[in-house]
C-alpha cells in the first residue's frame, strides 16, 4: 500500500498564497502519478492538478492554471501544491492521491487517498 499525508493548509485572506505538502511512503515504486484534489461543501470532489511520477510531466484543471503549480520531489517522496492568489471559492478540503496509471482528471485511476487538509481563504 501507498500512505499519503496532506500538510500545509490553513486560513489566508484572499489574494495570499499557501503551500500545501503530500508525503508519500510505502510502496512507492507502485506510484505512477500523484494527483491533488479538492472538495468543498456540498459539491462534489475536482481535479486541480497532477504530476507523473519519474519524469514530473504535470497538467492541470483549466481553471487552476496560472494560479497553482505542482511540483515534486522523489528523493524524498514528497510533491508540493504551491497556490497564488487564492480566493474564497478556493476554500475546500485538498487531498492529495496516488494512482499506478498515466493518470490525470480521473478520480478513479487513483487507488490512494489522503486525509486531506482544510484550506480556507477568507475575503
Known amino acids: 500500500q501507498v500512505q499519503l499525508v496532506e500538510s500545509g493548509g490553513g486560513l489566508v485572506q484572499a489574494g495570499g498564497s499557501l503551500r500545501l505538502s503530500c508525503a508519500a511512503s510505502?510502496?512507492?515504486?507502485?506510484?505512477?502519478?500523484v494527483g491533488w484534489f479538492r472538495q468543498a461543501p456540498g459539491k462534489e470532489r475536482e481535479f486541480v492538478a497532477a504530476?507523473?511520477?519519474?519524469?514530473?510531466?504535470?497538467n492541470y484543471a483549466d481553471s487552476m492554471k496560472g494560479r497553482f503549480t505542482i511540483s515534486g520531489d522523489k528523493a524524498i517522496n514528497m510533491v508540493y501544491l504551491q497556490m497564488n492568489n487564492l480566493k474564497p471559492e478556493d476554500t475546500a478540503v485538498y487531498s492529495c492521491?496516488?494512482?499506478?496509471?498515466?493518470?490525470?482528471?480521473?478520480?478513479?485511476?487513483?487507488?490512494?487517498w489522503g486525509q486531506g487538509t482544510q484550506v480556507t481563504v477568507s475575503s
Open positions: 492521491a496516488s494512482s499506478p496509471y498515466d493518470s490525470g482528471s480521473i478520480t478513479h485511476d487513483y487507488n490512494f
Open positions: 510505502g510502496r512507492t515504486f507502485e506510484i505512477y502519478t
Open positions: 504530476i507523473k511520477w519519474n519524469d514530473a510531466r504535470t
